[in-house]
């Protein structure tokens, strides 16, 4: 039976004709039976595929033919499965559009791209050197975390300083705030899940005058594949598909604590409420109904 895989990449490079590319994208995709969602922008591209390991690994040799594409870090995990007609069954259809920022912070202007990545970002450090770094420097070390509020809340690095953001665009107005600029003049970490967040996020910071800033390569994917649940990771990883979360060992922690009835989960849900788009922390045996209010339901 083929195995069920799922890839998380990203690259930022200049890219003169994006429809161009998304097409050639979409097509590509869609001929091999992927399903998930691909961003594309004048200044890179973003993408999370789903299905069989074979038509999968034919993508990478495909899209790694284009030239500014060589170079794209894929990282791998399994996938729940794949229907009756081969399909990933984490993702509902294949979504590949461009749009004005391959990770929305809402600030496209402020990002500088050339043929190596983005300009003046945060130093890039391997999950080793991560260690490196906090075995010299200690608790002055601060991770950053990158992701939203809910993401964090299952799972994030030990002591991090978790911004209370819904989604990217609220970390320029929290940085623009000065509610972090105790911060700057100490060697900061930034997280997310597989890198590109903290790309923008880093140099975000850097060109507001925070003056020693690192990003996680390949982010806590690649954190989790080198050190699992024995290092300076807590808890579950929330992942943008049907499968919610992903552990990196048997022995994962369980941070998360249910909105309902407090006990400790790593398991999310949508409000029931066709108004509300807001997600929960909820385990398993809570009813998942939840008022447009934000409130527990009353049973």
């Known amino acids: 039976m083929p195995l069920a895989k799922i890839l998380l990449y990203y690259v930022f490079t200049p890219l003169a004709d994006p429809e161009a590319v998304r097409l050639w994208q979409r ?68 979504s590949v559009k461009v749009r004005d920022e391959v990770v929305s912070f809402g600030a496209p202007d402020e990002l500088q791209v050339d043929a190596n990545g983005v300009v003046g970002g945060g130093i890039h450090l391997s999950p080793e050197q991560v260690h490196d770094l906090v075995a010299e420097r200690g608790d002055d070390v601060v991770f950053f975390d990158g992701r939203n509020a809910l993401e964090a809340a299952i799972g994030r690095f030990k002591n991090a300083v978790v911004p209370d ?20 003049g100490k060697p900061i970490v930034t997280y997310c899940t597989g890198g590109i967040r903290c790309e923008v996020l880093s140099s975000l910071m850097v060109s507001r005058g925070f003056d020693e800033v690192y990003q996680l390569d390949g982010g806590i994917v690649r954190y989790g594949e080198r050190f699992g649940d024995d290092g300076l990771w807590d808890g579950s990883l929330y992942v943008f598909d049907k499968r919610g979360s992903v552990d990196f060992s048997d022995h994962a ?14 398991r999310t849900a949508n409000c029931a409420d066709a108004a509300c788009d807001t997600q929960f922390v909820l385990c398993a045996t809570c009813d998942t109904a939840m008022c447009s209010s934000h409130e527990p339901a009353s049973v």
Not at 166 to 175: K, N, S, Y
Request: charged letters at 30%; proline letters at 2%.
């Open 165 to 184: 953001v819904e989604t990217t665009r609220d970390f320029v107005r929290l940085l623009d705030s000065g509610q972090f600029d105790d911060l700057k």
């Open 27 to 94: 097509d590509l995709a869609d001929s091999l039976g992927l399903r998930g969602r691909v961003l594309i922008s004048r200044d890179g591209l973003n993408g999370t595929l789903g299905g069989d390991m074979a038509s999968l690994k034919r993508y990478v040799r495909k899209t790694k033919e284009y030239a500014p594409f060589r170079d794209i870090d894929f990282k791998w995990s399994d996938g729940s499965g794949l229907d009756e007609g081969g399909h990933s069954k984490d993702f509902p259809k294949l």
């Open 253 to 266: 922690a369980l941070i998360g604590e249910c909105h309902r009835c407090g006990s400790a989960t790593n």
